[in-house]
């Protein structure tokens, strides 16, 4: 039965972040350049130089900023735009024709943030004119003076690599820069999964311009390679040993590729995973394989006109497909036979990458296999639809035939059981109810659900080892590798050699490890610094659970929370805190931070190193998000040992009503500072909302008496010159009105000095005239203690 194509919609675009702005960048502009993450969750596009603004648009699928840049007229927007294979994060590099390359990537917080920016052309007046990230390298064509190169301009080109990998707090880690190639003509490069493609442009020397080269990095060779002569050629260019090429001398040491050749006249070029596609302008598809050879895929039934026309070129399941304007044409890679044809209602769609083998998302938009069309419509799936001859039965059939064979074998009685009389019997209950958990007409079971996850693992790592053995992506398998690890032991008690076996992972990839911990856990940022989980406890649980007696891990072997918090000081420390402050509001007996053991902040902190060899950021942060009294009262003796006032101040107003106690002594511990010195006086206003509601005025000038520095020396009017000036009543009137005014009681006066700060209205009567008198410590026991120099406080009439 012949086959049928289908066109299936995956998403009409609703779902990306700036749908708007996507659906009219994909519409208005042809030219646009779109490229798609490795993991399909992220698209890219890029508008040529001179397009309107914002030129670069990156989207996202679910919630999440997109990232818009613009660059005005007369400045120079990026030549091209890459994702790179970082499974934990995205990021993506951007390339200048001037040699600037940024990168940018989406962290823990919300938005794209710039991570570096670095040059790639190392010498004045030189310029990138073709650029491709090939396996987290990136490779560009670099135009460089011809005096400077020692030659014509014909060949006044190099291409030079760079590693570009994931690094820490920085982002990235780019490698030395290499000279693959020296003297030659200017080459577009077209990167796919294992090689690299370098082919001639319009501006190549004609005597060179039918040869193109193919560099697989993980083999270290270079195919040198003539389609129209049928010719090609192996040499070693591995820059792990320090191979360079000069591309004259090279063509020299290989017969034949010099002979007399029409040009390689291609409308349009394509990378896939099976080689270089060519199209050319007579319709005739042809395939440049990895060792070189070259061979007709087919024709087309519909040829490309002129240089204007819109063409893309993909495969699946060994069918190539070909978009050319608004026709989508199937053909078989094997015979070149046309399957089909059809006519598409745009004239303006893009073919994405196809996606890594294995990705969450392949599995989510069940794309698997198929291959991905982008318009402003949405984004599409073409793939082959099974004849109905080829269909296989149903789990639920599967069910009842196994055991109908079962029962049959166990039964006495001579009739035959049938899957009907299995489905409509109630003795037999088993099959029914695996059926229904098949069906999904009840809730799976614990068991299926892990049955389910353990093979989806065994299913993805078996494609992983054939891909690891391959040699195909090994960095992502890799990666891939270590997160299906780390979900995995998640999953056991992390006792012993598993808790060792997830501390080795850390250690050597400790991205794609927190990658993992990031899903299992469900972080995210709220938007105000902090952080929110909507994990179940049982997985906070096993990530908070210290060691048992008796079971402590050996030497070097950190606990999970520790070897988390460890992990985020090597990746984003600024987001340690967070964490610390999340996990101890997570809680349970025994485990967290309500349980007996170490405070989840001094875990923390161990991790952090020995006292006084600690980053002083964050063990503030640390101590001030504890909650716990002691450490915060450490911290804000921090804050006042650096003079840090505001920042103290706001410690203690950050305090909640039910922390009256903390909040007042921590107010004491300031009001000594404000009595010592001026250095707080410009902060009063904090400290008076710091004051406690329940301090009388009274009480606040015993605080302030005790805290008073010692007179040596009958006070002065005014302090001597460069002295600290003294504690005044003007600075003092704001504190005392603070704890005056926190109520007025209605008995008589309980203070001598809450009637100063009240207003009765009218002057109190003139005491009769006297004879001068001593106050007796008898009839007021308060004011002795405030005689100055061991003097008895004196009154007298003032007739």
């Known amino acids: 039965m012949k086959r049928a194509a289908t066109l299936r919609l995956l998403s009409d675009l609703s779902n990306f972040s700036g749908a708007a702005r996507l659906r009219e960048f994909l519409a208005a502009d042809p030219g646009v350049r779109v490229r798609c993450s490795p993991d399909g969750r992220h698209l890219l596009l890029l508008r040529p130089p001179g397009a309107p603004a914002p030129q670069l648009l990156v989207a996202g699928r679910g919630p999440g900023e997109e990232l818009e840049r613009a660059w005005p007229a007369g400045q120079p927007s990026p030549l091209d735009a890459f994702f790179l294979p970082w499974p934990v994060r995205p990021a993506l590099v951007l390339v200048w024709e001037t040699g600037l390359a940024e990168v940018w990537g989406a962290g823990v917080g919300p938005g794209w943030r710039l991570l570096q920016s670095t040059e790639l052309c190392s010498g004045g007046g030189s310029r990138v004119v073709a ?52 003297h030659c003509p200017p080459f577009r490069l077209l990167a796919s999964r294992k090689d690299l493609f370098l082919v001639p442009t319009a501006t190549t020397w004609p005597g060179v311009d039918h040869i193109l080269l193919i560099w697989s990095p993980g083999k270290g060779k270079v195919i040198v390679a003539a389609p129209s002569l049928r010719l090609s050629h192996c040499k070693s260019l591995n820059p792990g040993r320090g191979d360079t090429w000069d591309f004259r001398t090279l063509l020299r040491g290989l017969p034949g590729l010099l002979s007399p050749a029409q040009p390689l006249t291609v409308h349009t070029w394509a990378a896939t995973p099976q080689g270089l596609l060519l199209l050319d302008f007579r319709g005739t598809v042809s395939l440049v394989q990895s060792h070189g050879g070259t061979r007709t895929v087919g024709t087309l039934q519909e040829a490309p006109v002129g240089l204007a026309g819109s063409a893309a070129l993909g495969t699946f399941h060994g069918t190539l497909a070909c978009v050319l304007g608004s026709t989508l044409e ?52 073409v793939g082959w639809e099974a004849p109905q001859s080829l269909e296989l039965p149903s789990a639920e059939d599967l069910v009842f035939e196994e055991a109908c064979e079962y029962y049959q074998r166990r039964s006495l009685r001579g009739a035959q059981l049938t899957p009907e009389e299995l489905r409509n019997n109630n003795v037999f209950r088993a099959p029914q109810a695996l059926a229904s958990i098949l069906q999904g007409h009840v809730s799976p079971s614990t068991l299926l659900t892990t049955l389910r996850a353990e093979l989806r693992d065994y299913r993805g790592l078996e494609q992983l080892k054939a891909q690891l053995v391959a040699g195909d992506d090994e960095e992502a398998g890799w990666t891939e590798l270590a997160e299906q690890e780390v979900a995995r032991l998640l999953r056991t008690e992390l006792m012993g050699d598993q808790l060792a076996q997830l501390n080795t992972i850390f250690q050597a990839l400790p991205t794609a490890a927190w990658g993992a911990i990031l899903r299992a856990l469900q972080l995210q940022p709220d938007g105000n610094g902090r952080l929110r989980s909507q994990a179940p406890p049982d997985v906070w649980k096993k990530v908070l659970g210290g060691t048992a007696v008796g079971k402590e891990p050996p030497s070097g072997v950190l606990p999970l929370f520790e070897l988390l918090c460890q992990c985020l000081c090597q990746l984003e420390p600024r987001w340690l805190p967070p964490f610390v402050e999340l996990a101890q509001q997570q809680g349970g007996p025994g485990w967290g931070a309500g349980g007996p053991g170490l405070p989840l902040y001094r875990r923390a902190l161990a991790v952090l190193g020995e006292e006084g060899t600690r980053p002083e ?81 009274a009480e606040l000038l015993l605080l302030l008496q005790a805290y008073l520095p010692d007179e040596s020396e009958p006070p002065t009017p005014f302090p001597e010159p460069g002295a600290e000036p003294p504690l005044t009543v003007g600075l003092l009137r704001a504190l005392l009105e603070q704890t005056g005014a926190q109520g007025q009681p209605s008995g008589p006066v309980l203070s001598l000095y809450e009637d100063i700060l009240r207003d009765p209205g009218t002057p109190p009567p003139t005491p009769p005239r006297g004879t001068m008198t001593t106050l007796q410590a008898s009839d007021h026991p308060g004011p002795g203690i405030w005689a100055p120099s061991g003097k008895g406080l004196c009154m007298t009439d003032t007739g």
């Open 330 to 381: 199937l053909l078989d890679m094997g015979s070149g036979q046309l399957l089909e044809r059809k006519v598409l209602s745009t004239d303006r769609v893009h073919l994405l990458e196809p996606l890594a083998p294995g990705t969450k998302d392949e599995e989510e938009m069940g794309s698997r296999g198929g291959l991905r069309l982008l318009s402003a419509l949405g984004l599409f799936q």
């Open 131 to 182: 650029v491709a990230a090939p396996r987290g390298r990136l490779v560009w064509c670099e135009e460089r003076q011809a005096d400077a190169e020692g030659g014509s301009t014909a060949f006044s080109h190099c291409v030079c690599v760079r590693t570009l990998e994931p690094s820490g707090e920085a982002g990235t880690n780019l490698g030395r820069a290499h000279i693959l190639l020296h």
């Open 617 to 697: 950021a964050l063990e503030l942060e640390l101590l001030l998000g504890s909650g716990r009294p002691k450490a915060v009262l450490q911290a804000v003796g921090q804050l006042v040992q650096k003079e840090q006032w505001e920042r103290a101040l706001e410690a203690g107003l950050a305090l909640g009503p039910s922390s009256p106690l903390l909040r007042s002594e921590i107010f004491k511990l300031l009001l000594a500072e404000f009595a010592r010195h001026r250095q707080l006086d410009a902060h009063l206003p904090l400290l008076c909302r710091l004051c406690p509601p329940d301090l009388a005025p």
